[in-house]
């Protein structure tokens, strides 16, 4: 069991998109997150459009310091490759989501931005850039602003490895590397936060990083016990379910044990066990 869950993909674009929103939260109120946004009829979408909803609002995370009205986001999770060709994908999704406004020039493109994160550094997508004669500077420790000619939108590439760790603990937890100092900041900050929404969006990105990093997270909890507790609250609901699904399969093999050795009916072993009747239905299912 164990190593088949091992084997399982880790999906980590539900723990970006819940880092996306908790990096503006500051800002949360003048922005608008559509997650996987369609562009067609057909299966084409972007990860994450942003839409800032007042014009004259400055976002105070510096990942936002370029955006316009229309932020299209694309992220690659450490699994994935970032060449020259995702690139040009990204800022084709822009294209389109620009044709595709009810009226001509509903969706301007000097207000449509494209941001593209991934945690290493594109080097053979950066080489390849200067190369079609495209400018790369950074802006911010780990925020490259794309220009030139052939640019069509405003464009940043965020290596979110290099990102300023005192301001972004949460892009730093989205790694199969996660370093102990970045748990604990994440941890310390995401207990201060106390909303319902934002309270996911901390439960889908611990989701991410504590599967792809279960060793230092187990780690920490024996050596911490003020850190275990903290991860415990933020996670309670996943704990919770965890212990009922323990619970359940514990009951299920106790009443496989019943049925074999004494040749008994299922209804028989779940009323020897004094199993309640409205629970019985979902024991026969996996039985």
Partial sequence: MADSL????IQWHPGFYGAA??????NKNELEFQREFHLSKEPVRMDLLIIKKLADVRIENELGHIFKKYNVVEYKSPDDALSIDDYYKTVGYACLYKG???TVDQIPADELTVSIFRESYPREMFEAMKNLGLEIK???PGIYYISGKQALFDTQIVVTKQLDKGIHH???????NVKEEDVRAFVEEAVQISETGDKNNVDAVLQVSVSANKEIYEAIRRCDKVMCEALRELMKEDFEKKEQETKQETLLETIRNLMDSMKWT???AMTAMKIPDADRRKYNARL
């Fill in 6 to 9: 091992e084997a399982v993909k």
């Fill in 266 to 268: 299922a209804d028989q």
């Fill in 138 to 140: 950074e802006k911010y």
């Fill in 21 to 26: 929103e908790l990096e503006f939260l500051a």
């Fill in 170 to 176: 949460i892009l730093h937890v989205l790694s199969k």
């Fill in 100 to 102: 595709l406004g009810e």
